[in-house]
């Protein structure tokens, strides 16, 4: 079987600039693999003027015995950017194509489920890409291309490139290519023994090496003391990039007396060098002398402030606060407002904002922010964005090295541009980080042939004038046009969720992976057409012949998916009036069409497996005659409903929801609603750390969670379980901020998010939750459980009209065919949604098809939802009469009914009763078998009780569970009816 590796397979080194980073295994496995290894490694480098681009092509070998998955995960440095890649497909290298991120994540997960070959590269966030390959032959080779460009850094009167080259290590087939354009002389390998000297040819300079060189390469570049300007056509406009040499002396400033200090404490903090930045800290505080220091740890919500005093230099106190400061939780890095006493913001962190609000405070007229990093991999472009808005400035740390570049940084003023014109020229954008090294980069579009850009440079109080002449037969550039895009992908990230749309447009335009943008291979030419993808210009004829052979309108989609759903609701209708009444051969007779002609479990366990399930279910439960007492006590029974009061509609806009009947009094002889009770069986964990924690005291359970945590911190199990022992102990908080580490784990796993977004719900949280679902819902929403968990998370927080549209969206789309029935779920929490409301609500249901807004009652509902993708989870109900309702048995003769089988990953399913018997139902779990080419481990499960669904007496109880294997069955729950 094919598998995939559970752990993302950490890339090489070599699009870090970094030389400070340490080599890493190229591949983890499990299970005892032997590693896939790189076999042979081709670099070829084109530097011109102080801008190069990097092509690095990597065959890798797999040594075992079966095909898997690569996930390769890469930070880049600071100014890098992906260009593109390519993979190896029938022979030839095929170049990747961009694609709208959410889309293209859909796309190679349906490719990989039909066992082609596909490749995704995408932005994670921050700096942080990874790369996914389907398959790695068995004792076989693949093929990966990737190109990143990047501007140079001047090293005195010339230009330093950097190829870091410590993941090469052992590698016997390796050559290095490299072609110098621009320079004014030759240049030169620095510190390498036995380097080859450069040779001029065709008006450059090339040099290649063909042995493994230990580390980094390192390549010195005159550089011309003029203007540089170049030009590129790209599409239908001209680019241009201007090199402008300045002064780049600079002189101390003056610092403000009042400072806020935001320090990122979130989980990711562990990965910073913290003594550089105490260091910096050091220079920043003996500079300003005395003042007074705002504190504000920055996790998964802003800490109270603190205020410490700066006395000559003094700021121990400070310090050792600092020092003493245990990086936990997420980073909710916008959560905090500005004060309007504090002058000047100091932000220390890496960028990576994956918790709470999204938008970045807006600080008041002369506040300035300047944001220190010291990580690899941080999100430079959102940094650098925030501090260059409010006349700050990035500050980036080189761990290992002296802060004295750092600080100049941040405790002088260099030159700073006042005024930017362009004559002839449109879209003109600066680069004005540069110009700590004595260069300022201008880019553009031209409009004329000729264009001349005006700026105006102050520096101490003076203003210098600075005139660039631009001509578009200048010099071409390959990089023009990127070198523009990146400083405009850079302005759009200071406000990321306004300018979603243009960055959008920007990477397709520019085929740059962003965070809106991928870049994707598929493998035919059919494939391409069948998901609408444009594909390498190679194959767009045939790409157009046989697309316009092809009729899709999505209209249409939608009209019948709607008529579809009208149907199933009016026979979902039909059973709740009258299930009860119903004949066992009725039943017998559409469960047999019903299951001819619903999805088959191809493989997924052979029928005497089913069998022996069967038959453990049957030992489990006892003999159907006499329900065994629960093996754990029952709440009390709540007190009888006070009666409904008279009907006091909410103010509903558009089609009136019909009378609904379950409301009148009962006609089955009872009267009064029955008194339910649900009793959970509480799901223990069996980890080693468990026993610790419970025995310990409240206040200590967070101190030797602290003390487990560096042995657990890639397991996501590891931070639930302690945050239920916390909740058990009254540390909501704590609770809560262990619980948001989730986010920092493996950054936009849609997988890890929803269970963090559903023990937030469950933890009575749904404020938190719901920004966590709607960065699900950017992730997948190709997944109907991404809008119903969003819709959900609304109506927790009493946000019923949003809460309706996200709902009904599930209801309108058309899905794939492994969410049977999941439009049924949703329209049933939609109309329960829709009822409850209290009096004077004001909900529009205007757009909703009136034959589906009728609401449907129910006594009891449990309804199973899980994590892992392409698995297989049974919600299974016993009832008095032992007779069980499963995928097998779907309705019961006591009148319930169970949903179509989920066989394809996530649930929903749903057990529903109109009218409960008195007596004991029990709720099972089980963990039918999957299909995952993912080695993983426990798949987490949980189960949502709900006695009087659909009315003002709703009383919901959930309980998360783990199953780790095929054919495991667990006793969740019992509803006690009286």
């Known amino acids: 079987m094919r598998m995939r590796l559970l752990r993302l397979l950490s890339l090489f080194l070599l699009l870090c600039a970094a030389p400070w980073l340490a080599a890493q295994p190229l591949m983890e496995t499990l299970r005892g693999e032997r590693p896939v290894r790189l076999q042979s490694l081709g670099i070829q480098s084109a530097i011109s003027g102080g801008m190069a681009e990097t092509r690095v092509r990597m065959v890798f070998f797999n040594p075992n015995g079966r095909a898997l998955e690569g996930h390769l995960q890469f930070p880049l440095a600071d100014g890098q950017q992906v260009t593109g890649f390519a993979l190896d497909i029938d022979g030839a290298m095929r170049p990747a194509v961009p694609v709208e991120k959410s889309r293209g994540r859909q796309i190679i997960e349906m490719e990989e489920r039909r066992g082609v070959d596909p490749a995704l590269l995408e932005q994670t966030q921050g700096n942080q890409f990874k790369l996914r390959v389907y398959p790695i032959p068995a004792q076989g080779t693949r093929t990966v291309e990737l190109t990143y460009a990047e501007p140079l850094q001047r090293a005195g009167d010339g230009w330093m490139y950097r190829l870091p080259l410590a993941y090469a290590d052992g590698v016997k087939d390796f050559v290095l290519n490299m072609d110098v354009q621009g320079a004014s002389g030759a240049p030169r390998f620095s510190g390498m023994a036995d380097a080859p000297a450069f040779m001029g040819k065709g008006g450059g300079w090339q040099a290649r090496i063909d042995r493994p060189v230990v580390q980094q390469v390192t390549v010195q570049i005159p550089a011309a003391q003029r203007v540089q300007a170049y030009v590129e056509r790209f599409g239908s406009d001209t680019y241009f990039i201007a090199e402008v040499p300045v002064n780049a002396q600079r002189t101390p400033r003056p610092l403000a007396r009042s400072v806020g200090l935001l320090w990122d404490a979130s989980g990711s903090g562990t990965h910073r060098a913290i003594d550089d930045e105490l260091a910096l800290l050091d220079r920043y505080f003996r500079a300003l002398g005395n003042g007074d220091v705002k504190l504000v740890l920055l996790r998964d919500r802003p800490e109270a402030a603190q205020t410490f005093r700066i006395r000559d230099g003094n700021w121990d106190a400070l310090r050792k606060v600092l020092q003493s400061v245990k990086y936990d939780g997420a980073s909710a890095l916008a959560d905090w407002q500005p004060e309007s006493g504090v002058q000047e913001y100091l932000l220390v962190s890496d960028g990576l904002l994956n918790y709470g609000a999204r938008r970045f405070p807006v600080l008041g007229a002369g506040q300035r922010l300047y944001a220190v990093t010291s990580s690899a991999g941080a999100d430079t472009v959102r940094l650098a964005a925030l501090a260059e808005r409010s006349g700050g400035a990035l500050v980036s740390l080189i761990p290992g090295q002296p802060v004295d570049a750092a600080a100049n940084v941040l405790l002088a003023d260099g030159p700073r541009i006042e005024q930017l014109r362009a004559d002839g020229a449109a879209a003109v954008l600066a680069d004005t980080g540069a110009m700590e090294q004595g260069l300022l980069r201008i880019a553009g579009k031209l409009t004329r042939a000729t264009a001349q850009v005006n700026l105006m440079l102050a520096r101490q109080g003076k203003a210098v004038p600075v005139a660039v002449q631009i001509d578009s037969n200048a010099a071409s550039h390959p990089l023009a046009a990127w070198l523009w895009a990146s400083y405009q992908l850079r302005a759009l990230e200071a406000d990321h969720e306004a300018n979603r749309g243009a960055i959008r447009r920007l990477g397709s335009q520019f085929g740059m992976p962003t965070r809106e943008t991928s870049l994707l291979v598929l493998e035919r030419l059919e494939d391409y057409v069948r998901h609408d993808v444009t594909p390498p210009p190679a194959m767009q004829a045939a790409f157009d012949k046989l697309r316009a052979q092809q009729t899709r309108t999505t209209a249409q989609r939608r009209d019948k998916q709607l008529e579809s759903v009208v ?257 049924l779920i949703a329209l049933a929490e939609m109309n329960a949604v829709i009822a409850t409301a209290p009096a004077g609500s004001k909900l529009d249901t205007s757009h909703i098809d009136r034959r589906l807004l009728r609401n449907l009652p129910l006594d009891m509902r449990a309804v199973l939802t899980w994590d892992a993708d392409n698995s297989d989870m049974d919600l299974w109900v016993v009832d008095p009469d032992g007779e069980k309702c499963y995928y097998g048995n779907r309705d019961t003769m006591l009148g319930g009914r169970l949903s179509r089988d989920f066989t394809g990953g996530y649930g929903p399913e749903e057990f529903s009763l109109r009218r409960a018997k008195p007596g004991v139902y029990r709720v099972y779990a089980n963990y039918f078998g999957d299909r995952q080419q993912l080695v993983t481990g426990a798949t987490t499960l949980q189960l949502k009780l709900t006695t009087g669904f659909g009315t003002g007496r709703a009383k919901d109880e959930m309980v998360t569970l783990r199953l780790k294997n095929g054919g495991s069955t667990v006793l969740v729950g019992e509803f006690e009816v009286k």
Do not use: C, H
């Open 567 to 823: 149907r199933q609701f009016e026979q979902k209708i039909a059973w709740w009036e009258n299930a009860p009444q119903k004949k066992r051969q009725q039943w017998q007779q559409e469960e047999a069409v019903q299951r001819s002609q619903e999805f088959r479990r191809d493989g997924a366990a052979p029928k005497a497996a089913r069998q022996q399930l069967e038959m453990r279910l049957q030992e489990d439960v006892g003999a159907p005659a006499a329900a065994p007492a629960s093996s754990f006590a029952a709440p009390p029974p709540p007190p009888a409903p006070a009666p409904m009061a008279p009907a006091r509609p909410s103010a509903i806009t558009g089609t009136a929801m019909q009378a609904e009947p379950g409301a009148a009094p009962r006609d089955d002889g009872r009267g009064a609603a029955p008194s339910i009770g649900i009793a959970l069986k509480k799901w223990s964990a069996d980890a080693p750390y468990i026993a610790r924690m419970k025995a310990a005291s409240p206040d200590a359970v967070y101190a030797i969670y602290l003390d487990e945590k560096p042995s657990w911190e890639n397991s996501s199990a590891f931070y639930i379980d302690v945050a239920d022992i916390l909740l058990q102990k009254g540390k909501r908080e704590l609770a809560l901020r262990v619980l948001s580490n989730l986010a920092e784990m493996d950054l936009e796993n849609r997988q890890v998010l929803r269970v963090l977004g559903y023990r937030l719900l469950q933890a009575g949280a749904p404020q938190l939750a719901i920004p966590v679902f709607e960065q699900v819902k950017q992730l997948a929403d190709e997944e109907p459980q991404s809008f119903r968990d969003l819709g959900l998370a609304y109506a927790a927080a009493g946000k019923r009209q949003e809460a309706i549209e996200q709902l009904y969206e599930v209801v309108l789309r058309p899905w794939d065919g492994r969410f049977a029935e999941v439009e």
